[in-house]
């Protein structure tokens, strides 16, 4: 099993809005706007650590609620502290379509207001080529006979 760790920044301008701040490894989660999206290099990438932190125009970031989960495949269990919100994020294998998990992450704004929006992760398949399924071997030697 191998962890993919990125720091989000939650930042608020006219809305909500995330940025990537720093993944290890490289280029194995994605943000755009309000979505985060994990990207997995092979089938063995199949653990997530995120961590949302406060950003531009944000103080801290105080909680997610996991408001729903599109598969039993994937499970997201959440940790709150000193204002950072950790959230591991697990496959239990790859679908298509990819599922998703959508949260509501509560923060607080530079403004001392309490504010929350509802963000999604979705869960893609490995980036390095098809997934090979179990039957494979068995198709394999029954196309060579």
């Known amino acids: 099993m191998a962890t993919s760790s990125a720091t989000i920044a939650v930042n608020y301008g006219t809305s909500m809005f995330l940025s990537l701040v720093g993944n290890d490894p490289a280029g194995t989660v994605g943000v755009s706007v309000r979505d985060v999206a994990l990207l997995p290099q092979t089938s063995a990438d199949n653990q997530f650590q995120l961590r949302f932190q406060a950003g531009s125009g944000v103080l801290s970031v105080n909680g997610i609620q996991v ?79």
């Open 67 to 145: 408001t729903s989960v599109s598969s039993s495949s994937v499970s997201i269990s959440t940790q709150a502290s000193g204002g950072i919100v950790t959230a591991t994020c697990a496959y239990n294998g790859f679908q298509t379509p990819a599922p998703t998990i959508s949260f509501t992450v509560f923060y607080t704004k530079q403004t001392l207001e309490d504010a929350s929006e509802d963000p999604t992760i979705v869960f893609n398949p490995p980036s390095g080529g098809q997934i090979v399924m179990a039957e494979a071997p068995l198709l394999a030697a029954e196309a060579a006979a």
